[in-house]
């Protein structure tokens, strides 16, 4: 009889909980898809999630859905919106990240975004540091993540600790060999440039394929480098 009653009540309870989730999904795809939102229409939306009642049974979705909207309306208030305000939003994300990587801290991503906000209006310290290196220990191998992840990492890259810098290097192989041939090489020519020799002879390992893809890719741009394992001709240097 107890675990009747108990079966009723139990879905009952997580019933707020779950529509709660339901109106997050469609921006929270969007979101993470790189799709671009009105200031408005954000605004809204949190608004919305702060009118709602707490649910007695917290869902780690749930939290990780407002991780990502308030950060969303934290990126897109700075530079349009006074500091004052920018702040406030920047510090509202930071607690709703905060708590869903409470909730789940093998989330990587939020790791990173957790990183990219405190730099953003912090700066560099060993903590913010350390959380691009918790990024890494929890997703060292996310394609998606990575085209995010490895040009922060790139930026900073002095500053992190040795086996940081192994997985930043590990992860740009990982770009090339997954021909994710422009973002790589665009890293590669902009914050990665310092790093240079020792990035292109990570892709030693990498598939000739891709290899020759990313070569002919940075000859375009007029960049004369070699490619480990690589010969163009001539003609392919001059275009």
Do not use: C
Request: no cysteine; aromatic share 8%; net charge neutral.
């Amino acid at each position: 009889m107890l675990f009747g009653i108990l079966g009723v009540i139990w879905p009952l309870r997580a019933l707020p909980a779950f529509w709660s989730a339901v109106p997050l999904k469609e921006p929270v795809g969007r979101i993470l898809a790189g799709d671009r939102f009105k200031l408005a229409a954000l605004n809204g939306i949190g608004a919305t999630l702060q009118a709602q009642a707490r649910p007695p049974i917290a869902r780690n979705d749930v939290a990780r859905a407002e991780a990502l909207i308030w950060l969303r309306i934290a990126e897109e208030t700075t530079g349009r919106m006074s500091a004052e305000e920018a702040d406030h939003e920047a510090a509202m994300a930071d607690t709703k990240i905060k708590s869903s990587l409470e909730f789940n801290p093998a989330d990587s991503f939020l790791w990173l975004m957790l990183y990219s906000m405190e730099t953003a209006h912090r700066g560099f310290d060993e903590k913010t540091l350390g959380y691009l290196s918790q990024s890494y220990t929890t997703g060292p191998i996310e394609g998606w993540i990575a085209l995010r992840r490895n040009k922060l990492a790139l930026a900073t890259f002095a500053d992190l600790i040795g086996a940081t810098q192994q997985r930043v290097v590990s992860e740009f192989t990982g770009m090339v060999d997954s021909e994710f041939t422009d973002a790589a090489a665009l890293n590669l020519m902009g914050v990665g440039w310092m790093q240079s020799e020792r990035l292109l002879a990570s892709i030693a390992v990498v598939n000739i394929v891709p290899r020759e893809s990313f070569a002919r890719r940075l000859a375009r741009e007029g960049l004369m480098v070699r490619v480990p394992g690589v010969e163009l001709e001539e003609r392919t240097w001059r275009r």
